[in-house]
Structures are given as structure tokens and as C-alpha cells.
């Protein structure tokens, strides 16, 4: 049994459970997706008013700060916590680069690095909904968490790829478009809005937008989907130890 089944208690995890503690206990125990849904909105609305060096800097910290929390509230084995300080290294010696330098390549650099972030932080969340015996509210929130984060990891993706490829991103938006925008189009790609305000112009990125949609779509339709479906229900034992 992993140690994420252990420490996770029928109805400790659940939402009524939770209702009235304090700040500082939430951040200590396991299982805190409510707060980890809320800071991820957070993160996202923030990127919208980071109009200026200063800003940006301070919400890509943020964002590191978000990550490690979800990394810290899913009980991450060692070995995601040593991929998320390589990707936290890598992008602070980035940014401090491109304070010097500047250029695309720290830019494309910063894209990998908050890649191999995103990543780590979604592969621990996974790893700690489907370690849970039961499925109960933090076992719905932290799927609504993946599904943020995903937006947030493909956010990444494409600023790697408008740092690496030699055209622009977006058909309508001028060079690359800004941080704000990749994160808009990749929302509304997950999402499957469409608006058509923004669409990928480069083969690669026109293939990731597919890929999200289509990722965006199955999420919802069978995980979630299946979770909501299955709340309060005890998971076979022969599941939890194939988890």
C-alpha cells in the first residue's frame, strides 16, 4: 500500500471534514485541493494583470509557489521532488540570465523549466487522487486541480514553442503573443470554446492545440465523469494495490 493510501482517512479528505480549520493546518495536512483550486484560479487570474517586468516576475514566482504546494499537499515521492527542483534550478538561472542577457533563449529556457514544473506538480496530484481508498471531496477537487494545472502545463508548452520556433505563434497576435494570451488560447483550447479571436499558426502548435482539446474533452467526459459517479464508494483493495 503506498504511503498516500495510508494517511488518507474515509471523510478526513471530505469537504465537511475540512469546514472550519484554520489557514495553517489546511497547508499542513494532505489532501488540501480545495485550497490548491483556489490558489491555481488565483495564479491564472493573476497572469491577466502582469503587464509589466516586475509583475510578470512576481506571478512566475507565485505560479513556483502554487506548484510546490501541490507537490507538498500530495505527500510527492522523491523522485518528483528532485524533477521539480531541477525545473525550479533551471528556471531560476534563466530568469536570472535573461535579466542580463535577454533574448529568446532564455525565454525558451523558462518555457522548459515551468514544463518540467507543471509536469511534476500534475503527476503528483494523479498519483495522490488515485492512492485514495475512497472518493470523496478531495478526491473530486484534486481532479478539478489536474484539470487547471493541464491548462497551466500546455500554457508552458507553448512558450517554449514561441521561444523556439522561428514564426510566429498565433495567426492574429504580433512576434509571439503575450504571456497572457498563450494562456488564454490554452484555456479556451482545453476548454473547447473556440472563440477564433486566437488560433496557432505554427504545425507544432497547431497540433498541441488538438491534442488539448481532444485531452480537455475525455478528462472531463470519463475522469471527472467517473469520480462524481463514484463518490463515497470504497475502492476494491486489489485497485488500490495496483495504484
Known amino acids: 500500500m503506498s504511503p498516500a493510501t495510508e494517511d488518507h482517512q474515509p471523510g478526513r479528505g471530505s469537504i465537511g471534514a475540512r469546514r472550519g480549520w484554520p489557514l495553517m493546518q489546511r ?3 494532505p489532501d488540501s485541493f480545495g485550497l490548491l483550486l483556489i490558489l491555481v484560479l488565483v495564479d491564472i487570474l493573476a497572469g491577466a494583470f502582469a503587464n509589466s ?3 510578470a516576475t512576481l506571478v512566475v514566482g507565485f505560479q513556483v509557489g502554487v506548484l510546490a504546494f501541490a507537490m507538498w499537499t500530495s505527500r510527492a515521492p522523491r523522485r518528483l521532488v528532485i524533477a521539480f527542483g531541477i525545473g525550479f534550478g533551471v528556471a531560476l538561472a534563466a530568469g536570472l540570465a535573461s535579466v542580463v542577457a535577454g533574448g529568446a533563449s532564455g525565454q525558451a529556457v523558462r518555457g522548459i523549466a515551468s514544463v518540467i514544473l507543471s509536469l511534476a506538480a500534475i503527476v503528483a496530484v494523479v498519483r495522490r487522487v488515485v492512492a485514495h481508498p475512497v472518493v470523496d471531496g478531495a478526491t473530486i477537487l484534486g481532479a478539478l486541480c489536474v484539470y487547471l494545472l493541464l491548462g497551466l502545463f500546455f500554457a508552458s508548452v507553448y512558450g517554449a ?4 520556433g522561428s514564426g510566429p505563434l498565433f495567426a492574429q497576435a504580433l512576434g509571439d503573443g503575450a504571456a497572457i494570451d498563450r494562456t488564454y488560447f490554452s484555456f479556451v483550447t482545453l476548454s473547447t470554446v473556440g472563440y477564433g479571436d486566437l488560433s496557432a499558426r505554427a504545425d507544432v502548435a497547431r497540433m498541441l492545440a488538438v491534442s488539448e482539446a481532444l485531452l ?7 475522469v471527472v465523469a467517473l469520480l462524481i459517479g463514484n463518490v463515497g464508494r470504497q475502492r476494491r483493495p486489489a485497485d488500490r494495490d495496483a495504484s
Open 27 to 29: 497547508l499542513r495536512e
Open 53 to 55: 517586468s516586475v509583475l
Open 161 to 164: 514553442v514561441a521561444a523556439i
Open 216 to 222: 480537455g474533452q475525455i478528462y472531463l467526459v470519463t
